[in-house]
């Protein structure tokens, strides 16, 4: 089974789509059917990657379970599979989360609940095709599908700005990919000029020498895709849209999962293959990183919607995990890693509670609640829960991500580790403050009197969440330990990539082992040799 262990796990999700497309969604049994296949079917996968856990060997370099066929020979594509430390948390955290989105959705989706399921059962195997690919073609199909199903489940499912947020979405998105296309292209030109093959290998076009304007061009082209799916400021302004008009499993999975494809995105692709371009932005990206902390905190503080105060909270954690990736410490990288799951765990379980509230009174605006811990206390305790493992209160996972993300920070830029240790106060602030005005106090709307506590239901698909926020909050290294490795093979790789081009820049008048950019001065290790990923049939 372990030959073929991806593929099973990327497209099983079809497999439940197949029953479904059969069954007339007629009545709430017709309906109640369809849930269930569709649930039971993320079950299977979510139990199948943990197969994948179980046959990853985390002291290795390079890449696990490796699928390899080739598909379309004229072009140079192939059917390439693989995972490492940088991407293991990134499958199981999909796999995870979507049962639970499903079950979520059990009350809240009562219309055309047959096309919600299929388009969430094929965003989920987009979503895990992306995290696996190691042929950039394939890649760049996954990353495209992804867009169909989450366009159809904010414009169809959502609120009632739905369609000019879906589109928002998709257009942001779609203009950043086409350009990433482009420079796909010119990347695979650049290496058949030197090498006489036409290959979309990932592990093949590393190392690709490519000129410097043209590096910076692509690494520019490449980023600002990432950059919008993160989304970095100021490239964020189509996610507040999304979050609002979307239904709580749209924006579960858009937090939990697809944010976190325009992160991985930098650590898989943009930077280990540009990584003169990569430096060369550096200080600008660790600038635009501190900025969203800061800017998304102070946002979030006078949001009057809980959701949209979640929403622009994305935008800060998300800065985090950028600053942790371009400060290049083992710390920073493994916090930045560590922090894209604990966000997936913390931000999904806010939306998800937010939309309990929703199902029971159709309002997200802050001043509609007040005292309602005295109403639903267990509710209250779970919300209390994940907002301080949204702020980084020691004993969550929150702490551990913010925590090694700046002492990675501090060791590289000062500067912008102090800037964003002002983001954790603000955090507190704004959550603290939405805490207070929703749950503490007189209960000043009757309305709010009748609402029923959590059910059955409800508190099954949060108490795993709660367990997640717990166990990784105080067994760290259960979760880092299989990161090392990899963590630190990407930055070898990153760092003597960016060393050569210095070198060969030394030619033209530069002093080696430095590398200006603006104000900002770069000292490179000059260490000698090269580090490189096994080939397409290790692992096999």
Not at 134 to 145: Q, S
Not at 173 to 200: E, K, P, R, Y
Request: with cysteine; net charge positive.
């Amino acid at each position: 089974m372990d030959s073929l262990l991806l593929t099973y796990t990327i497209f099983l999700p079809l497999v439940g789509v197949l029953p479904i497309l059969f069954i007339p969604q007629k009545g709430e049994g017709g309906k109640d059917v369809i849930r269930w296949i569709a649930f039971i079917t993320s079950v299977v996968v979510f139990f199948v990657s943990l197969r994948i856990y179980a046959a990853f060997d985390a002291s290795k370099a390079g890449f696990q379970l490796v699928e390899y066929t080739p598909w379309i020979k004229g072009i140079g594509a192939s059917y390439y599979l693989g995972i490492d430390g940088l991407s293991f948390w990134l499958v199981l955290l999909t796999t995870f989360l979507t049962p639970i989105t499903i079950v979520s959705t059990w009350r809240a989706i009562t219309k055309r609940v047959k096309e919600f399921m299929v388009a969430l059962l094929v965003l989920e195997t987009a979503m895990l095709g992306t995290f696996m690919a190691l042929d950039i073609f394939l890649f760049y199909i996954f990353w495209e599908l992804m867009l169909i199903p989450m366009y159809l489940i904010i414009g169809v499912w959502g609120g009632e700005r739905r369609i000019y947020a879906a589109v928002k979405f998709f257009l942001y998105t779609a203009v950043g990919s086409l350009l990433m296309l482009v420079c796909i292209i010119g990347l695979v030109w650049f290496h058949h000029a030197q090498t006489n093959v036409i290959t979309f290998n990932l592990l093949e076009l590393y190392g690709t020498h490519i000129p410097r304007l043209y590096e910076i061009l692509f690494f520019a082209a490449f980023a600002l895709a990432f950059a919008i799916k993160v989304p970095m400021f100021p490239l964020h302004t189509w996610l507040p849209d999304a979050h609002v008009e979307a239904p709580t499993a749209g924006s579960v999975i858009l937090a939990g999962i697809l944010l976190k494809m325009g992160t991985y995105g930098f650590l898989r692709f943009a930077m280990p293959l540009f990584p003169e371009g990569s430096l060369f932005f550096t200080p600008t990206i660790i600038a635009l990183s501190v900025i969203g902390i800061i800017y998304g905190a102070l946002v979030a503080m006078v949001q009057p919607d809980i959701k949209k105060l979640v929403a622009y909270s994305s935008v800060s954690h998300l800065g985090y995990c950028m600053l942790g990736l371009y400060v290049l410490t083992r710390q920073g990288v493994e916090g930045s890693i560590l922090q894209m799951i604990n966000h997936g765990i913390s931000t999904g379980a806010l939306f998800l509670l937010v939309g309990v509230v929703y199902e029971r009174r159709h309002t997200r605006l802050i001043s509609e609640y007040g005292g309602i811990a005295k109403i639903m206390p267990v509710y209250s305790t779970i919300f209390l829960i994940v907002t301080l493992s949204s702020i980084g209160f020691p004993t969550t996972n929150g702490f551990i991500g913010e925590f090694l993300i700046l002492l990675g920070a501090f060791k590289a830029n000062k500067a912008a580790a102090v800037l964003a240790a002002t983001g954790v106060v603000l955090g507190a602030v704004y959550m603290l403050w939405m805490v207070q005005r929703v749950f503490y106090g007189k209960v000043t709307n009757p309305k709010n009197l009748t609402m029923p506590d959590l059910n059955w239901r409800e508190f099954l698909y949060l108490a795993p969440l709660v367990v997640l926020i717990f166990w990784i909050g105080l067994f760290p290294n259960f979760f880092l330990n299989k990161m090392h490795t990899s963590v630190d093979t990407f930055i070898s790789q990153v760092k003597v990539g960016q060393v050569a081009k210095v070198e060969s820049a030394s030619k033209f008048g530069l002093k080696a082992g430095s590398y200006h950019s603006g104000k900002y001065h770069h000292n490179l290790p000059l260490e000698k040799g090269r580090h490189t990923y096994p080939n397409k049939h290790d692992g096999e």
